[in-house]
Every structure is written in C-alpha cells, then in structure tokens.
C-alpha cells in the first residue's frame, strides 16, 4: 500500500452502529460491560478509545510498524520509553536535541539513578567506542532539532544489535514521508506530533510506533508496547483528548 492509501485509509473502518464513513469522537469515560471483564475491547477511557485506536492504527501503517501508542505530549511518550528502564541504565544520546528531551533524561530521570550521555553520533565509528556495559538505550534524533544535523540510523542500528541495545528514533523532523526508522533496524519510533503530523500547530500530541521481530534484549519490541501503554495510562493527558486525535486522524 502506498503512503498516500495508508494515511487515507489506514485504521479508518466505517462505524458498526451507523455505517458513517469517518471515525466518530467517541466523547466517553467508560464503557457498558455485559459483566466485569466482559466487553467489547474497550473498558476504561484512560487505557481505551476507539477515536484513539483509529489514530494509533494509522500512525503504526506509515511508520511500517505493527503498534503505535498515543500520548498527550511528544515528552509524556519519551517518558514511556525512558521508564522502561532502571536505575543504573545508560542512554547513549546524539549531542544535537530537543533540549526538552535533553531536560527530561537529565533533570528529571538523572535524579533517580538514570545516567544519560550525549555524544556525537555523526560518525557510528564514535558510537561504537562510547557503549559501556550499563548502556541500554541508544537515542537518535534525526535530523536535529535545532541544528538539522543526520544521523546514519542504518549505520547505529548494525552496531547497537551487535551489542543487543534497544534503539529509539525521534523521527519528529523528517516525519513518516520522508523517513521510516523501523525499516533502518530502529525498535521505537518516537513523534512530536504536535509538529508536522498535527501541522496546524493546534494540538499537543505524541506517539511510539515499535516494530514486530524476534527480541534480541530482554522484551521484545510488541512486549515493550504493552509497557508503555500502562505508564501512558498512569500519566496525565492519555493519549490526548477525542477531538484532538481527530484532528490529527483528519489530517492525515
């Protein structure tokens, strides 16, 4: 399916109870249960929205992945990934980023244990030399945010499986058209969709897109999904409102 078919068509299914064309704003908290436990895959709205789900369908088709989570801010799903790990853990991040990536992974996660250091990653050949054994995460941002400068994400793929490291893109400035990360050997795609995906600069939204594949670290890309969809569902903002998830399915 081409890009322009995928970001049509993508998740959009016509609705069962009405047959409209275009995904309804579920505007709801909770959901009927014919008895606890059972009911139609959606319980709760922190967790579960079919206006929600439309989105995270879509975004995971542009990106090639085979799931998507949506979060109310581009940093809330950086939040998602970096509580993945532990006190004591590395992050091997590119030098050149969004400084609120670089705030959160250094003023707020620094304080409990997690280590975080930023390096130039122009050349994978420095990459190769700066991994330690507490190095578990390898954060690229390409191109920059501010600077635009690139990153071969092929090239830091090949050497973080070779040392079985988890790697997150932040593919906000290229954006899906233009560059898909899971297909260059990433495991966690990171956007600021408040920024080209929303494009109207009118809605505050983030999302992960992680990739199907065999695990070459401790969770596998699918199980580290579910992880984060239950840290999304302990922060504020979930995922974001059903109106602004329509705004960005719309625009898509």
């Given at each position: 399916?081409?890009?322009?078919?995928?970001?049509?068509?993508?998740?959009?299914?016509?609705?069962?109870?009405?047959?409209?064309?275009?995904?309804?704003?579920?505007?709801?908290?909770?959901?009927?249960?014919?008895?606890?436990?059972?009911?139609?895959?959606?319980?709760?709205?922190?967790?579960?929205?079919?206006?929600?789900?439309?989105?995270?369908?879509?975004?995971?088709?542009?990106?090639?992945?085979?799931?998507?989570?949506?979060?109310?801010?581009?940093?809330?799903?950086?939040?998602?990934?970096?509580?993945?790990?532990?006190?004591?853990?590395?992050?091997?991040?590119?030098?050149?980023?969004?400084?609120?990536?670089?705030?959160?992974?250094?003023?707020?996660?620094?304080?409990?244990?997690?280590?975080?250091?930023?390096?130039?990653?122009?050349?994978?050949?420095?990459?190769?030399?700066?991994?330690?054994?507490?190095?578990?995460?390898?954060?690229?941002?390409?191109?920059?945010?501010p600077m635009l400068n690139i990153v071969?994400?092929?090239?830091?793929?090949?050497?973080?499986?070779?040392?079985?490291?988890?790697?997150?893109?932040?593919?906000?400035?290229?954006?899906?058209?233009?560059?898909?990360?899971?297909?260059?050997?990433?495991?966690?795609?990171?956007?600021?969709?408040?920024?080209?995906?929303?494009?109207?600069?009118d809605v505050v939204h983030g999302c992960?897109?992680?990739?199907?594949?065999?695990?070459?670290?401790?969770?596998?890309?699918?199980?580290?999904?579910?992880?984060?969809?239950?840290?999304?569902?302990?922060?504020?903002?979930?995922?974001?409102?059903?109106?602004?998830?329509?705004?960005?399915?719309?625009?898509?």
């Amino acid at each position: 399916m081409k890009f322009a078919t995928k970001a049509i068509h993508a998740g959009v299914e016509p609705d069962p109870s009405t047959g409209a064309v275009m995904t309804p704003i579920f505007q709801t908290s909770t959901y009927v249960q014919e008895a606890p436990g059972k009911h139609k895959g959606f319980e709760y709205a922190r967790t579960q929205n079919p206006t929600r789900s439309a989105l995270e369908k879509n975004l995971a088709a542009l990106e090639n992945g085979c799931d998507a989570i949506c979060f109310g801010s581009g940093l809330a799903a950086q939040d998602a990934v970096i509580k993945l790990f532990a006190s004591g853990d590395e992050i091997l991040a590119v030098n050149d980023l969004y400084g609120g990536s670089y705030r959160q992974m250094v003023r707020v996660w620094g304080q409990w244990g997690l280590k975080s250091r930023f390096i130039d990653m122009y050349n994978p050949e420095n990459l190769e030399r700066e991994i330690d054994p507490d190095t578990k995460l390898i954060w690229v941002e390409t191109p920059t945010n501010p600077m635009l400068n690139i990153v071969d994400i092929a090239a830091v793929c090949r050497i973080a499986q070779k040392h079985g490291i988890m790697v997150c893109v932040d593919n906000t400035f290229a954006s899906p058209y233009l560059q898909n990360p899971l297909d260059l050997g990433a495991d966690i795609v990171l956007h600021s969709a408040t920024k080209y995906i929303g494009g109207h600069s009118d809605v505050v939204h983030g999302c992960l897109i992680v990739k199907d594949g065999a695990a070459r670290y401790k969770n596998s890309p699918p199980a580290c999904a579910a992880r984060m969809r239950e840290r999304r569902s302990c922060s504020q903002l979930p995922g974001v409102s059903p109106k602004s998830v329509k705004s960005i399915l719309a625009r898509l």
